[in-house]
């Protein structure tokens, strides 16, 4: 799917903003990303009140592999195909899309207080190099000395 057809596709939903993203696209409003195109297919945004909308129509989550395993993401899920010639019921899915993106934003924002308040903290100062002993130079200094009397003598 190319720029200009996710323009189209989501015009009855309104303005979006379309980003490059991994191998596609990410697609978001008024700031949160609600949507990704990429090569396997659209997927949007879902949580436990949209997974049953997608799962009524036989849909999947998204996923990928790695080199050991296929990884399961369950916030997002493929878009049922039949809603490609539906675009108000797209709309309808996607404004459903990004209320989950949105619920999920704020369930993250206590994780974000906590990480600000850590920076705030003072740090401990960082502890000072001791000098290197004088006990190890002098043991060095007589194996040169040493070296030195062995071969003059």
Do not use: C, H
């Not at 596709?9 to 303005?15: K, N």
């Not at 906590?114 to 401990?124: C, D, E, G, L, Q």
């Not at 001791?130 to 130079?137: D, F, I, L, Y």
């Amino acid at each position: 799917m190319d720029r200009e057809f996710l323009i189209d596709l989501f015009a009855d939903f309104g303005p979006v903003t379309i980003r490059k993203m991994f191998s596609g696209y990410g697609i978001s409003a008024d700031g949160v990303n609600f949507a990704l195109s990429l090569r396997a297919g659209l997927f949007f945004r879902a949580d436990e009140t949209t997974i049953p909308d997608f799962e009524a129509e036989g849909s999947k989550p998204f996923q990928y592999q790695t080199r050991a395993k296929t990884v399961m993401v369950n916030s997002y899920w493929e878009l049922p195909a039949r809603l490609f010639d539906d675009s108000a019921e797209l709309a309808q899915w996607a404004r459903a899309a990004l209320a989950a993106a949105q619920r999920a934003k704020v369930k993250k924002r206590p994780k974000a207080k906590r990480a600000a308040a850590k920076k705030a903290k003072p740090k401990n100062p960082v502890a000072k190099k001791r000098p290197a002993s004088t006990t190890a130079k002098k043991a060095v200094g007589t194996v040169g000395k040493a070296k030195r009397a062995r071969r003059s003598g």
